[in-house]
């Protein structure tokens, strides 16, 4: 794969160097070349171009893995989903779904500190 450092990065963004930048942002782990050019396209206000090309590449790459799935392959992973929304306990613990895990993240989310805490952020 062709690589692009920082100091060869040009103004304009050709096609090319484009699909190069995509391919290096999609490594892992990233290179500290792929971070300093970041930092750059940032500064620069073309990062947007590359990242949307990435999720772009990202949902293609995608699609074509569940193209590939056989019929008898979605049709047992349907099965197993439905199995497991049908054995769901509505009281279990699945995760947080985005939920904060601390007082102060949940004042950073929401203005106000959890219920049992005073205005100080105090338990009380």
Excluded: C
Excluded at 56 to 66: P, S
Excluded at 83 to 93: G, H, I, M, Q, T
Excluded at 104 to 122: I, S
């Amino acid at each position: 794969m062709r690589r692009i450092s920082k100091a060869e990065l040009p103004e304009i963004l050709t096609e090319d160097v484009i699909n190069i930048l995509v391919e290096m942002a999609m490594e892992f782990p990233q290179s500290k070349q792929w971070h300093e050019i970041f930092d750059e396209l940032d500064r620069r206000g073309q990062l947007m171009i590359v990242l949307d090309r990435v999720r772009e590449k990202q949902k293609a790459l995608e699609k074509d893995k569940e193209d590939a799935k056989g019929d008898e392959q979605k049709r047992k992973e349907k099965e197993e989903w439905q199995e497991f929304v049908r054995n769901a306990d509505p009281k279990a613990f699945y995760g947080n779904m985005g939920e904060p895990e601390t007082p102060l993240q949940y004042k950073d989310k929401y203005g106000v500190w959890p219920p049992g805490y005073d205005k100080d952020g105090n338990k009380i």
